[in-house]
């Protein structure tokens, strides 16, 4: 009896030990993203970790880590310094990857965006402003060569501190300006990111290391519903986000093989895809620069993935991204009922915590309308959003981020999304809920898809307008379908309609959602 009891407590104590060792491996882990992509380039330093078929660069994690390391250096070397912020823009590229790992391990904090915002100089100037940048770095390519066309006329007026001569395009807070691409890089006023790179004889050993809450990121909201915030992020919650993505997509064994077809700059693909590699151990293939190439299928099956574009589209389009979380607090879970996929967009993770409430901040019961809440991720605290250079905490209770999102919760905890709180129409004092609209129209025989927005209006304060598009080769009467529309919500008791429009087309962003700012625009001028 006393050797059985001995044996017990020994056995005890062995599995206290490891579950102690697994907590602390997993913290430590969690540390930084630098000191995760040490431990899995020290541990696979022979295994492919990228690969990026366009460009015909194939690294290992050995490989990942001596390029990390040599331009962290060089960033160091040109002045720059811990906490200090830089702009990294451009499509999927291995520059852009590397300069990713490379920043967090000197401590500088990134931001992510598209090419496509040199297409607005102001807007450009005002995102470097606003987040206070010291550096930017330009990702030009071959094949997006078009959208830097105008950089060696804009990168003089950027670095000029006088305004004598450039307008309202130079900016007090920049430094430097990197351009990366093919051949010699000769803009005035530029580093070419192949000179840093060429300039390190000697990795330098990093004296301040970030930790797990230390400022890792400033990322960009979607601009889908107008303009997009810049929302601070820690090491720690980029990670723990990853972790939880990764684990629902089974990337915890790192023999696993993903494949990115969606832009890094955009918050999911950074998660699911490029941090992965870092947390994980996973090998990434890029197939493209640019964002789900034609042939995008035969780069999954020729690289033999296993995480397959299906499953990273599932987490995209159906779950709930929130940036302000890092990552998806709400997703499906793999037995969810096909039936519950189809009203709404999943149930909250374990790591967070949701409310519904109304216009008074009151808690909503189950199935009433109200502002989806969503409080910050278990163990990290909410930074805030940076407002024209500051930090700036916009949460109207501690740790609940309030996301705008008009929503249900169902008796089993499926979250249904009805918009945005800023689509509610005022019109004349009453209340108009879009989705009431757009669900009732929407099951018409002859409507493809249907949204509900605001226009102003001097009179009513606010009109409210629906517009449809029409099933492809229905041949119907518009002014049928129009007068239906309206007698039937007459029926169904729901309040008049100002204007329904009939168009080609709605809108989209790059991510393939409907951009409801540019559709008032459209909507306005038909009108």
């Not at 906490?83 to 490379?102: K, M, P, W």
């Not at 206070?132 to 330009?138: D, L, R, S």
């Not at 996973?282 to 299906?310: G, I, R």
């Amino acid at each position: 009896l006393f050797i059985l009891v001995v044996v017990v407590v020994v056995i005890f104590v062995c599995l206290l030990e490891m579950s102690g060792d697994s907590w602390n491996s997993e913290q430590q882990r969690l540390e930084s993203l630098a000191y995760a992509l040490e431990v899995n380039c020290a541990a696979h330093a022979d295994r492919e970790a990228m690969v990026f078929v366009e460009e015909g660069k194939r690294w290992t994690f050995g490989e990942l880590n001596q390029a990390v390391c040599k331009l962290a250096s060089g960033f160091l070397g040109v002045g720059l310094k811990s906490s200090e912020r830089i702009l990294l823009v451009g499509f999927n590229c291995s520059d852009l990857a590397v300069s990713v790992f490379a920043v967090s391990r000197v401590g500088l904090v990134f931001t992510l965006a598209s090419p496509m915002l040199l297409k607005d100089c102001l807007s450009l100037l005002e995102l470097i402003n606003t987040i206070q940048c010291k550096a930017v770095v330009f990702y030009m390519t071959e094949k997006s060569e078009k959208y830097f066309s105008n950089l060696a006329h804009l990168i003089p007026k950027l670095l000029s501190s006088s305004d004598e001569g450039n307008g309202c395009l130079s900016s007090p807070c920049l430094t430097h300006i990197f351009v990366a691409g093919p051949g010699q890089i000769n803009i005035k006023g530029a580093y070419s990111l192949s000179e840093v790179w060429n300039s390190v004889n000697e990795v330098v050993e990093v004296q301040c290391k970030p930790g797990a809450d230390d400022l890792a990121a400033i990322l960009l909201t979607s601009k889908v519903h107008g303009k997009p915030k810049a929302v601070q992020l820690t090491h720690y919650q980029l990670l723990k986000s990853c972790l939880i993505v990764g684990s629902e997509l089974g990337l915890t064994d790192p023999t696993e093989i993903v494949c990115c077809v969606f832009p890094i700059f955009r918050g999911p693909a950074m998660c699911i895809a490029l941090l992965s590699n870092a947390l994980f151990g996973s090998k990434v293939v890029y197939p493209a620069e640019q964002p789900l190439p034609a042939d995008m299928h035969l780069y999954f099956d020729q690289s033999n993935c296993t995480v397959s574009n299906a499953e990273i589209v599932r987490f995209e389009q159906s779950g709930m991204f929130l940036t302000e979380a890092g990552c998806m607090p709400i997703f499906f879970p793999k037995m969810a009922p096909c039936q519950k996929m189809t009203i709404s967009v999943g149930k909250v993770h374990g790591n967070f915590e949701i409310k519904i409430v109304d216009q008074q901040g009151n808690r909503c019961r189950s199935g009433e309308t109200g502002e989806l809440c969503v409080h910050t991720l278990a163990g990290s605290k909410f930074l805030g959003y940076v407002v024209v250079g500051e930090e700036k905490n916009c949460l109207k209770e501690e740790n609940w981020i309030h996301t705008e999102d008009l929503a249900t919760v169902d008796k089993d905890g499926y979250v249904s999304l009805w918009g945005k709180t800023s689509d509610v129409i005022n019109r004349k004092g009453t209340l108009l809920y879009p989705h009431m609209y757009e669900r009732h129209i929407g099951t018409l025989q002859w409507i493809q898809s249907v949204q509900a927005i605001e226009l102003p209006d001097a009179k009513n304060g606010e009109n409210f307008c629906i517009c449809i598009l029409l099933k492809p080769k229905v041949e119907v009467n518009k002014d049928m379908v129009i007068n239906k529309i309206r007698s039937d919500c007459s029926e169904a008791k729901l309040p008049p309609i100002d204007h329904i429009l009939i168009m080609d087309e709605f809108p989209r962003t790059i991510a393939k959602r409907i951009d409801k700012t540019e559709l008032k625009k459209i909507a306005k001028s038909m009108i």
